[in-house]
DNA sequence: CCATAATAGTTATAAACTATAATCATTTCA
DNA sequence: TGAAATGATTATAGTTTATAACTATTATGG
């Protein structure tokens, strides 16, 4: 019987990849999980000409309305220089306006235009259909699970290496 | 008792950015848990001079020996060219070799070294402790229920987007 | 009060990563 | 045998990420 098993694998010469070394880090498996997800959002964003950091810029904006670009840079953790020219993106597009904060003459205030809304709303109902079909093959309990441990990971990770999550 | 909750809250102006509606999408969750995790990964990598890319190269030809670049790419989901600059540098470092298949002489063989045994041995047990610290917070109820999940995800994208899992 | 440090935003730039087209040699197959 | 396909490569461009340095403004401690 193990015969007949070691007999298939010797059929398969080199044409199956054995890949269950990577498969056992966690590490690993998390990021093939998330190209795969970014990339599909991807492809849902892009109708609307938004990628995800344009998406989520938006979102944040809507949800803080007056933010300040670099507290919204450390909230997506991107450095405050590569999020210039998102925000650039974005006011130059009519979906967001940058108010001078009149306490702080060297910082802006960021706002959701009335375009910017409507796309934002969209652009969520997109996302969270996306976000629908994507775990339609996982139960209920899953999802949750997925969701509370994704969440508890990250609170974890937060405190402890806070900024500059990249590199 | 809401009165002073509510009152904390006006305390801090702008001062804390609501990221709810990003935490509600699963996507956005695992993106920023992995973008966490790679980061931590290449620090430990980074002694031994390995990226994730090399690392898992390197881990895939111990465990296929032989094993061609394209087969190699498509497992790790790179592109063939930007593939090859990765097994240059392994060569050039000696921890690979490449031989010419006799039987498809377009075809090379990668093989590991000895020094890349060493390497790989060294390697893995960096990632595997690595893992061990950054899971410290997860019950092992939960460690489990992470990699069946994420294996369950693989498994199912793996089959509707096969190739290009990036763009 | 003023010099110094710190902060918000920006510019410039480089490195790393990813994607695509085209080429060469070789193999497959009608 | 000729055309199509494959393995590896080169060249190249786009995207993302990181860092240093600058301007303008605000905060701080002597």
Chains 1, 2 share one sequence.
């Not at 938004?50 to 979102?59: D, E, G, S, Y």
């Not at 205030?109 to 775990?135: C, D, F, M, P, W």
Request: charged share 20%; glycine share 4%; aromatic share 4%.
């Amino acid at each position: 019987m193990a015969d007949s098993i070691q007999k298939k694998l010797d059929q398969i010469p080199v044409e199956s990849v054995s890949d269950e070394s990577l498969t056992l880090l966690v590490g690993y498996n998390i990021k093939r999980v998330s190209n795969v997800i970014q990339s599909d959002l991807a492809k849902t964003l892009k109708p609307l000409d938004l990628r995800m950091i344009t998406f989520t810029t938006l979102v944040l904006i809507v949800d803080n309305p007056g933010i300040r670009q670099s507290q919204l840079a450390a909230s997506l953790s991107i450095e405050r220089p590569n999020f210039v020219v998102i925000i650039d993106e974005l006011v130059r597009r009519g979906l967001v306006t940058r108010k001078q904060d009149p306490s702080d003459r060297r910082a802006y205030g960021l706002y959701i235009s009335t375009a910017g809304q409507r796309l934002h709303k969209v652009a969520i109902r997109a996302v969270q259909s996306h976000e629908n079909s994507l775990l339609a093959h996982l139960s209920a309990q899953q999802r949750q699970q997925l969701s509370t441990t994704m969440n508890l990971l990250r609170q974890t990770f937060m405190t402890q290496h806070s900024p500059g999550e990249r590199s």
